[in-house]
């Protein structure tokens, strides 16, 4: 599977208190066909036409999503409206955008396109899923190429629920800061089965339990490359996560060739999308040596899982 | 023959039965499961028609394994009581279960609980249990499920709407064909929420009468609640085993159309395509199809555009039926419920009628069955339609073949 | 009945989110769907919830409703006919 083209919205947190901000979106969508639209369901399905129009792509083959948890801002404020007006006079929109493939059939909408189109909701294992269900697509001849997208909401409910489960949570960033930020984030990418000049190709990607360090160290130490050509993007806050649930998994000396990714995206069901797109920037930088053949993901969700993406230059 | 997809076991929960024997007794009796809305907070109790299991929480979590799991929610509860059953009647050793992945199609999951912490917060600032705090996502009841039962760890979740299970049982046979898996779990849950029967009602297309699909007058659907799954795998995975197919998926398609976001083509082209594109897929005419069971929620929309589509791929007189009469809209179970039905009507050589149908609908012409008969042929084809565009249809068989 | 139409734009303007559109754009005698504003299906049940919540006027049935919403005039007429809350 090869990465033609990517489109990511969000990677500096923001507090809480501020909003989302979108980009100017009049070069793929109309203001009236965004009127009824919350601030993320803009957001990704501006992301997903972006990733097409930056691949010079009218219509994907197939459409697939992940998202943890949807469009949230919208479930609440739908909620919150069914005990304000007693169960009378509610707005459909709201409701429409709380149901989650609402975006794949947006995005289906504007590029006209019928085919495979299905959104996944298991949280943690969205990426693995979606990789998944694209790579078996191309085994089985059925499709040539499709968008995949991620994308979840940070509400300030996010801190309440967090808290509650027993994880430590804050919505300012700080260099000390020990905690897990939630955030929203938005990332897209269209994915061929053929190699073109270029591309970044995905090697691989697997799915632990957070138990099985010991799987893990293996599967990273039997990824070919020397030293000087793997570089690791870990999903951890640079602090104490880097050193209890990271640094154990990597080779010995290895500190130069990593950056950690998740104080600057922030944490949610599909962080690891935000690695792969952390990558991919790595990738393309002009300060990234020639020499870096190989970007490995390391991404943990909460206590749930770790995923791993290894992604290639393919030329 | 090896590669063929067989289900070994099947398991079902709506107001028209707990288990399967209970919902074949409802069935052959004609009986509906519809009544008046019983136990939600909402001022739509006993306003409202509706698909409910009448049964509190309470009473619910005696049928259940997770009955004293702190932080559980309904949805929980029907979905284990329709997976055991699935899981029993496969005859599974522990081994194999860890072979099994679960696929899952839901969109409320813990909604019925969720909503009721979210308004606590609102009202009293109250925070939420720390089980709770982990149970709001759609991915919770796989995570549950996955480690009460010791099935595989990696499992999937849709959520499509109401095509969710569909798109479940068509990703596992995929998955299937692929070799990726061994055996699969697939199926959906949805229940009753004050979030969806207010959703349904800003969409005016829900009725708080019973419902009447495919009847010209008809005027929107009745919500459900319940859960279906299939224990599928391998020709040579069940043979292995010493397991006979209860039935065969022959084949089947996940598409979209791009009309509009929550109206259905009024041509009906997107199911058409789905139906044309399933039977191609599963190596069959329409000619061999002697019976549909049909999406059929009832709306406006659905109704026209799914009569005029079978028209189109089956002629003037298909053999097709709705079964939204007898257990409501059960939203992302509904594909699953829909499968469970027929396999059961398989093993009886029979459908049951469209129960709430009167009238022939100008538009299409076309009517429902409605009284039982008889299948003269091994094959079913079940449609399940979503908002978003999401048209799925996958095609069942009986194993015996000819009848 | 004018002072209604015109506060009538308003509420259609914010409640459709028509962010480009002044009161004075919108023809009190043009059809609010298909051509014009070209709005859909879902705008129609919109609207249905502002009749509910600003004008305590309840209309169950969507059809019923579309002939109600189809042009600012008829609205503000139906307004004048069922609501207790309207001026």
């Known amino acids: 599977m090869y990465v033609i083209s990517q489109y990511h919205l969000w990677r500096s947190i923001k507090p809480a208190q501020e909003a989302y901000i979108l980009p100017d979106m009049s070069d793929l969508l109309d203001k009236n066909e965004i009127r009824r639209l919350g601030v993320t369901v803009r957001g990704a399905v501006y992301s997903g036409l972006k990733c097409l129009q930056i691949a010079s792509v009218q219509s994907p083959e197939a459409i697939i999503t992940g998202t943890g948890k949807g469009c949230v801002s919208s479930i609440e404020k739908f909620q919150e409206d069914i005990i304000t007006y007693k169960e009378t006079a509610l707005n459909p929109s709201i409701f429409i955008q709380s149901t989650h493939n609402t975006v794949n059939g947006l995005i289906a909408i504007k590029c006209d396109s019928e085919v495979y189109n299905t959104a996944h909701v298991n949280y943690d294992q969205c990426i693995f899923n979606v990789l998944t269900d694209l790579e078996t697509h191309f085994e089985q001849g059925k499709v040539e190429n499709g968008l995949i997208g991620f994308f979840d909401e940070y509400t300030p409910f996010d801190d309440v629920l967090y808290e509650a ?9 700080t260099d000390d800061d020990k905690s897990i930020i939630w955030s929203s ?66 080779p010995d000396g290895i500190n130069s060739k990593v950056h950690h990714f998740k104080h600057k995206w922030g944490e949610c069901a599909t962080s690891t999308a935000s690695g792969i797109s952390e990558a991919m920037g790595k990738f393309q930088s002009e300060s990234n040596s020639d020499s870096i053949q190989y970007q490995v993901v390391l991404n943990r969700v909460l206590d749930l899982s770790f995923e791993v993406v290894v992604l290639s230059r393919a030329d | ?25 409802n069935l052959e009796a004609e009986k509906s499961g519809l009544t008046l809305l019983n136990h939600l907070n909402s001022r739509f109790v006993n306003e409202a028609i509706v698909g409910e299991i009448l049964l509190s929480d309470n009473e619910l979590a005696d049928y259940s394994v997770f009955k004293n799991t702190p932080g559980v929610h309904r949805s929980l509860f029907l979905a284990d009581i329709a997976c055991r059953e699935a899981l029993n009647q496969a005859g599974l050793s522990s081994l194999e279960m860890n ?132 224990v599928m795998e391998t020709a040579s995975s069940a043979s292995a085993r010493g397991r006979e197919a209860m039935a065969i998926y022959r084949g089947g398609i996940s598409t979209n ?97 469209n129960l709430g149908f009167e009238v022939i609908d100008p538009a299409h012409r076309l009517m429902p069955v409605v009284r039982s008969g008889d ?7 079940i449609n399940s339609f979503g908002f978003g565009g999401n048209n799925t249809t996958f095609i069942i068989s009986n194993p015996s073949g000819c009848m | 009945m004018e002072d209604l139409i015109e506060k009538l734009k308003i509420q259609i303007i914010e409640s459709l989110n028509l962010q480009d559109f002044t009161p004075m754009d919108i023809d009190t005698d043009a059809p609010l769907f298909g051509e014009g504003l070209g709005l859909d299906s879902i705008d129609s049940l919109e609207l249905m919830v502002l009749l509910e919540r600003e004008y305590g006027i309840k209309v169950n049935d969507p059809r019923e409703g579309r002939k109600i919403l189809e042009s600012v005039r008829s609205m503000a007429e139906f307004i004048t006919q069922n609501s207790s809350m309207a001026q």
């Open chain 2, 99 to 230: 072979e099994v992945m679960i696929l899952n199609g839901t969109t409320t999951a813990g909604m019925t609980e969720t909503e009721k912490e979210y308004e606590a917060f609102l009202r009293n600032h109250t925070t939420p249990s720390s089980y709770r705090a982990r149970m709001v996502d759609c991915g919770c009841i796989n995570r549950s499920l996955t480690e009460k039962y010791g099935l595989k760890f990696h499992s999937m979740t849709f959520s499509t709407a109401c095509s969710s299970s569909s798109n479940a049982i068509i990703n596992g046979a995929n998955l299937l064909r692929s070799g990726k898996v061994t055996r699969v779990l697939a199926g959906g849950v949805d229940t009753l929420s004050r979030f969806t029967i207010n959703g349904f009602n800003s969409l005016k297309n829900m009725s708080l009468s019973p419902c009447k699909p495919f009847d010209k007058d008809r005027i929107g659907l009745n919500l459900g609640e319940g859960a279906a799954y299939l």
């Open chain 1, 185 to 250: 984030a938005i990332n897209f990418f269209f994915i061929q089965k053929k190699y073109l000049p270029g591309a970044i190709s995905i090697l691989s990607y697997e799915l632990y339990r957070i138990t099985e360090t010991a799987k893990i160290k293996e599967f990273i130490t039997s990824l070919s490359g020397t030293k000087n050509e793997v570089e690791y993007v870990c999903g951890d806050n640079n602090t104490y996560e880097w050193e209890n649930f990271y640094l154990p998994l990597l």
């Open chain 2, 257 to 353: 159309e791009s009309f509009h976001i929550t109206g259905s083509h009024p041509e009906g082209d997107g199911a058409y395509h789905a139906m044309k594109l399933a039977l191609e897929d599963a190596d069959l005419d329409p000619a061999d199809i002697d019976n549909i069971h049909a999406h059929g929620t009832a709306t406006f929309d659905n109704d026209q555009a799914e009569g005029i589509a079978l028209k189109k791929v089956f002629g003037d007189h298909p053999t097709f039926m709705s079964t939204k009469g007898y257990t409501g809209h059960t939203l992302a179970a509904s594909g699953a419920l829909n499968a469970v039905i027929s396999i059961l009507g398989m093993q009886k050589r029979k459908y049951w009628p």
């Open chain 1, 165 to 173: 489960g027993g994880f430590n949570s804050s919505t300012m960033v």
């Open chain 2, 375 to 381: 299948m003269k042929k091994p094959h079913v084809l």
């Open chain 2, 1 to 25: 023959m090896q590669n063929e997809i067989w289900i070994t076991g099947i398991g079902i929960c709506s107001s028209i039965g707990l288990n399967q024997d209970e919902t074949l007794s």
